[in-house]
């Protein structure tokens, strides 16, 4: 969405105010409105070139507010924007080639908890593990300025700048091209659904936001009322300064499904518009990846058959299935997903519920998926990741309650299934600290209203309320620091290992990144706890029991297997809870 008008420097929308005055390099400034609510400076070679502090004096009140589309809050959200010169830093990922989103592995992490210094500088120290590990992206939680030290970063309210906990945007800068220096792609996850509890002074400016059809964090933004226009526009402009100014490689779009538009171009499908125009500009490939529960292929549809133009979404069926199978845990939003037959299911379908009847929201829900226009690695599953890990109470990870046998058989089912496949930091180590949900909310009253909201949302799983640690806890935040001294013993490293070598497997074995559905076979036997799922000539076979079982999995040669007394001779005898990858002959 564009009017044809290139804001300058300090030029700022704000079409409720009758009088802006800018506050820069120790002056105050007048403003003239120019056109559509945009603002713009009466002398602009009164603000001297490079580094300044600044904000805006609306209708003559005396406190300066920071800039709607600041790019540096040194001193908090609440603070002075400070301007960034993002042509400054000098590139050096020339060759980088980005393999789009092409069935590879991504690896989310949130750079507070990464490492002990929470920082883009440390985590960029890590690159050469994650290339160790035969990782293809690196997907980022929000990293948009929030209030307080530390949070997931779905608080934040500057979506233009970059958390200066972390590092700022210079560091974010250097994070990038370090990790394209190690054959690494970037994937940045973006909140446009709703903004923080603390430091949101867009409503001061204009009507970015709206109460009416609010989501569960509050006031939706205004996509579709009156003047929307340019809150669409400035979404828009921050999907492109991504691309162009931190070279990221793709966006994680977070919660569409919050995105309140009624527009007959959909905001869903402006994104895409907009990414393939700037990928055809930047002569690289760059894609969107949603966040999305409504199991609504039109999403990944291609806009030419009245889709949205987006590559890839999360599934959480493949979780849910996987998950319930390994762990047996059949509570809340898991109560549909028990048996093998449903992990066929998804792993045929892509989606359980598409149209089916689901009990959790005691309505029918989903749609089918048409395979001639959706390929299935356009779904990227895991079998953890910081939502189903973050929201149990305890924010227990798997390696809580599972031993490394049916860890193992997760990881096999993530690293071979025919979608796209994410791990969560810590995931392929057996990683034993929890993932908590933390906030550090400077005001009291916030955080105790954080506190009891948390608690709040636990009712519906049933899950005891004494297991939910404090949010506001320091403790909460360090527990949740990943042990990098895990990852050389025991059953950790042993895990470790079995990660690095299905990456590899998925790297040379073709069969195992065939985008198409109809590549994909399953058999299974209840009963028995057997499963296989075929892709072309690579047989998985799991054994879900705990007893050995045999099965007839066809004449090959075994690839790889997690338990060592496993043993292929005329048929497959896979010990309790483990795992074999077979190609057969022909």
Known sequence: MS???????????????????????????????SQDGWWTLADPAAVPAGETDYGYLLDGETTPLPDPRSRRQPDGVHGLSRTFDADAHQWADGGWQSPGLNGGVIYELHLGTFTPEGTLDAAAAKLDYLAGLGIDFVELLPVNAFNGTHNWGYDGVHWYAVQETYGGPAAYQRFVDAAHRHGIGVIQDVVYNHLGPSGNYLPRFGPYLSAAGGNSWGDSVNLDGPDSDEVRRYILDNVLMWFRDYHVDGLRLDAVHALQDERAV?????????????SRELDKPL?????????????????????YGLT?????????????????????????FEGLDVLAKVLTEGFFHNGTYSSFRHRHHGRPINKERVKARQLVVCTQNHDQIGNRAAGDRLSSTLGYGRLAMAAVLNLTSPFTPMLFMGEEFAASTPWQFFTSHPEPELGEATSAGRLREFERMGWDPDLVPDPQAESTFTNSKLDWSEPERGDHARLLALYKDLIALRRQTPELTDPEFASVQVEFDQDHGWFILRRGRISVCLNFADRTCTVDAGTGRLLLATEDDAKLDGVLTLPANSAAIIRGQG
């Open 3 to 33: 009017n044809g008008f290139a804001p300058a420097r300090f030029d700022v929308w704000a079409p409720l105010a009758k009088t802006v005055e800018l506050k820069a390099a120790g002056q105050l400034l007048s403003m003239e409105q």
């Open 266 to 278: 959909h905001i869903l499908e402006e994104f895409s518009a907009a990414t393939d125009e700037c």
């Open 287 to 307: 894609f969107l990846i949603a966040e999305s529960d409504l199991n609504n292929p039109r999403l990944l549809e291609s806009r030419d058959v009245n889709g």
């Open 312 to 336: 890839g979404q999360w599934s959480d069926d493949f979780h849910h299935a996987v998950h319930v199978n390994l762990t047996g845990e059949t509570a809340g939003y898991y109560a549909d």
